[in-house]
Structures are given as structure tokens and as C-alpha cells.
T-cell receptor
């Protein structure tokens, strides 16, 4: 079975500073993908960044980067230069092998509040 | 292009009534997923459709829940004899589901908030 753990229920960050959101996972699949989604108060889940288990480099997407440490089974999201619009819930999710059915397993989420 | 759309955005119903929730995936996406987001349970997978294959129904919480996907596009999630614990946001997602993992990013709709009184 797959499991995603996000240990930070909520955090404050000062505008323009960087913030790291923790995510650890557990899976027996040798091949998997890790995703981060943002959910603002409007409710829609917005895809941010993806990391494949065999990717040699950490994923980056604009102000988002993923600190992927495979041996530690962690995939922390780093948001640089935080903006007020970054205030939202952030979810880490995992997709296993195709044999596992392609569904996403989500962590409990981290609520981020950016202070001006 | 247009994203995943869901209707209605909000649904209030009485306990024991049936409800239907609709999802229209991104054009060209062959995979469609339903998830449920509730305060107590977080985000849970419900059901997954891929092309003409039999759906993966492993996440449906009871036989009161069913879903169909007509013509490989629009999907309807039906909850019969609704209970108060069915109150949640129901999210639909779609993906290309072609080839490797990177192409299987799931894109979500805005959700339907269901309240069972």
C-alpha cells in the first residue's frame, strides 16, 4: 500500500521569503510519480510540479522546486519568493505503477499563509 | 483550452434522496477519476475510468455509489439514498494516460460540494 505523510498542518511565511513543505512517502513500487497540488480557498486543485522516481535531477517549475531524496523517501516542495497569492492548502500525492491503478494517494495537506 | 468542468457546483439534498454529479473531462483525455474530499477523511480515490477498460471501482465506499462514463467522455457519479456522511466535495480529474508517468498528470475540476441534510 502507498502512504503519503505531510507533517506540517499549517505554517506562516513572510512575503518574499522561501518556504519548504515536507512530504514523505512509502511505497513498494519501484516506479512511481510524485505530485504537488495547490488548493486555494476557491477549492480547485491546481497541479504545480511532478517528480518521477527515476528522474536524476530535482524538478523545477518557476518558483517551485522539489527536493527529492529517494533514499529518505522524501519529496519536499520549496516555494521561493513567496507571494500573497501562494496562501493555500498544498497537497503531496503519489501515483504508483500502472499495475497499481493510476490513482493518486494524497497526504493530509499543509495550509500556508503568506504574511505581508 | 477548456479544463475539467463539473456540475452542479453545489448540491443540497435531503437524507435518503438520490443525487447525480456530472464531470466533463478535458478534450482528448482518456482517463477520468473521481475523488472525494471530506474533513474527516481527506482526499480519497473513488473510481477510475480508462478508455474501454472495466473501471477500477476499488475506492467506492458502498454499493450506494456508482458511476458511469458514456462515450468515453462525460461521467456521472450517482449516490443513492444519500446519508449525512456523504457530505463532501466530489472532485473529478482527467489525464491523457498515454505512455509514461509524466504524461499522466491529473487535472482537476472545481468540484461539487454536496451537503446532505
Amino acid at each position: 500500500a502507498q502512504k503519503i505523510t505531510q507533517t506540517q498542518p499549517g505554517m506562516f511565511v513572510q512575503e518574499k521569503e522561501a518556504v519548504t513543505l515536507d512530504c514523505t512517502y512509502d511505497t513498494s513500487d519501484p516506479s512511481y510519480g510524485l505530485f504537488w497540488y495547490k488548493q486555494p480557498s476557491s477549492g480547485e486543485m491546481i497541479f504545480l510540479i511532478y517528480q518521477g522516481s527515476y528522474d536524476q535531477q530535482n524538478a523545477t517549475e518557476g518558483r517551485y522546486s522539489l527536493n527529492f531524496q529517494k533514499a529518505r523517501k522524501s519529496a519536499n516542495l520549496v516555494i521561493s519568493a513567496s507571494q500573497l497569492g501562494d496562501s493555500a492548502m498544498y497537497f503531496c500525492a503519489m501515483r504508483g505503477s500502472k499495475a497499481a491503478g493510476n490513482k493518486l494517494t494524497f497526504g493530509g495537506g499543509t495550509r500556508v499563509l503568506v504574511k505581508p | 483550452g477548456a479544463g475539467v468542468s463539473q456540475s452542479p457546483s453545489n448540491k443540497v439534498t435531503e437524507k435518503g434522496k438520490d443525487v447525480e454529479l456530472r464531470c466533463d473531462p478535458i478534450s482528448g483525455h482518456t482517463a477520468l477519476y473521481w475523488y472525494r474530499q471530506s474533513l474527516g477523511q481527506g482526499l480519497e480515490f473513488l473510481i477510475y475510468f480508462q478508455g474501454n477498460s472495466a473501471p477500477d471501482k476499488s475506492g467506492l465506499p458502498s454499493d450506494r455509489f456508482s458511476a458511469e462514463r458514456t462515450g468515453g467522455s462525460v461521467s456521472t457519479l450517482t449516490i443513492q439514498r444519500t446519508q449525512q456522511e456523504d457530505s463532501a466535495v466530489y472532485l473529478c480529474a482527467s489525464s491523457l494516460a498515454k505512455g509514461g508517468l509524466a504524461e499522466d498528470t491529473q487535472y482537476f475540476g472545481p468540484g461539487t460540494r454536496l451537503t446532505v441534510l
